[in-house]
């Protein structure tokens, strides 16, 4: 009989799967905005074919490595989610499991919710660019696709439901909270939002488009004001009560919040200028090319850099780094919550760079201060893979290796 993590389990696990994903994603910013896709809202196996066929080696070899890195990743990602969701299933007959629903903790079974959300992306991403000539009939998949993120966002909805019937009834533990934890239910919610904008920015019916918009606007509002609840929640049980070691990482977990409602504003306004453009009006050169929607980036990644720099000097004092990063000195999947605002500051970096400058004509694509900010992104990424080894050498296989140790003892 097959063992496993049991009691030892927690849903924070699934953010190693959703790390996974999102640098999948990452490694596809390189065919979004680095390779031609003239003829469609994003790049696909025919587009990127062509610019494989036409392009010099440095293009080429920009696809070969976006290719083997998407792969990689997003495989990666569901084989984590698989291993996630048999000790979730186990993990629930277990005491651990009401003893959670009934604590603070209770959030993090939104990170659910929010890895499913990226799966569905991790697919669309993976049959635009492998399948050929799927484009012909993307439009079939769109309702798909919106039918999926509805599902994923009532499971948001029910486990957020009773999270919140808890904290409205007063068992809310500042003691126990310790920092930004329970942003973890805005970042569930503003993934749901980035997934229903796609279908907005993507498709070229009416009705998908204004479905696609009312569900991403609707769930990113619901993302805004939890994290204005939650975060206003934890600032206080910190400056009562301290910053717990183990939660530091949580003082990241707006960043990529950022991100997903960046790139939600910036599918949305394509989706708009789709709309003026089957009225037969005329619409501006490229999706988001305003200046309203470069300011808005600007901010959002302005924003990620002070988060990133006060939780960075948080962490760096009070040792959070050496204890569950670079060390095995505690074995906590709370570390893998600093993977996500990495893949989330580079993603983002990409959009502020192409859509809010390069399309405003503030800097000329293929110019040296283009490959400047391009180069800074993708170090971005570079050192965000080097800490997902280093967490899935000190965090992930040992959890691996405490199932495989209890097979061998069975």
């Not at 009934?102 to 569905?120: C, D, F, K, Q, R």
């Not at 798909?144 to 533990?173: E, N, P, Q």
């Not at 909270?177 to 749901?192: P, S, T």
Request: hydrophobic share 55%; charged share 10%; with cysteine.
């Amino acid at each position: 009989m097959i063992k496993n993590l049991g009691e030892k389990y927690s849903p924070l696990y699934f953010l190693a799967s959703l790390g996974f994903g999102g640098m999948g994603v990452f490694f596809f910013m390189y065919f979004m905005f680095l390779t031609p896709h003239p003829d469609t809202a994003m790049p696909t196996f025919n587009s990127i074919s062509t610019a494989f066929a036409s392009g010099s080696t440095g293009m080429q070899t920009t696809i070969v490595i976006a290719y083997i890195g998407m792969i990689a990743m997003i495989a990666t990602h569901f084989a984590l989610l698989a291993w996630n969701f048999r000790e979730f299933n186990i993990w629930k007959k277990t005491p651990a499991y009401d003893k959670l629903r009934n604590s603070n903790a209770a959030v993090t079974l939104l990170a659910i919710p929010l890895t499913l959300g990226m799966s569905v992306n991790g697919l669309f991403v993976l049959s635009a660019t492998l399948i050929p000539n799927l484009w012909n009939v993307i439009e079939y998949a769109f309702p798909f696709a919106l039918l999926a993120f509805t599902l994923i966002g009532l499971l948001a909805v029910k486990y957020l439901w009773d999270h919140l019937s808890r904290v409205f009834s007063g068992k809310f533990s500042f003691e126990a909270n310790g920092g930004l934890n329970q942003i973890l239910a805005a970042f569930a919610f503003a993934m749901v939002a980035v997934g229903f904008a796609a279908s907005a920015a993507m498709s070229e019916q009416t009705w998908t488009i204004l479905a696609g918009m009312i569900g991403s606007i609707l769930f990113a509002i619901t993302a805004v004001l939890l994290w204005l609840m939650f975060f206003t929640m934890g600032v206080y049980s910190m400056l009562k009560h301290g910053l717990a070691v183990a939660n530091s990482a949580t003082l990241w977990l707006t960043v990529p919040i950022l991100t997903l409602l960046g790139i939600m504003v910036v599918r949305d306004s394509h989706g708009v200028q789709t709309f003026q453009s089957l009225a037969g009006n005329p619409a501006p050169a490229g999706p988001g090319a305003t200046m309203g929607l470069m300011i808005f980036l600007t901010v959002a990644i302005l924003m990620q850099v002070v988060f990133l720099v006060m939780g960075h000097l948080a962490m760096r004092k009070n040792g959070f780094y050496k204890e569950f990063v670079f060390s095995r000195n505690q074995q906590s999947p709370n570390a893998f919550t600093l993977v996500c605002p990495g893949v989330a500051f580079g993603v983002l970096g990409f959009f502020w760079i192409h859509a809010g400058l390069v399309n405003n004509g503030i800097i000329e694509r293929y110019s040296a201060g283009y490959f400047v900010l391009v180069a800074i992104m993708i170090a971005v990424q570079v050192a965000t893979l080097a800490l997902m080894a280093v967490l899935v050498k000190n965090q992930l296989r040992p959890a691996l290796a405490t199932e495989k140790s209890a097979v061998v003892s069975a």
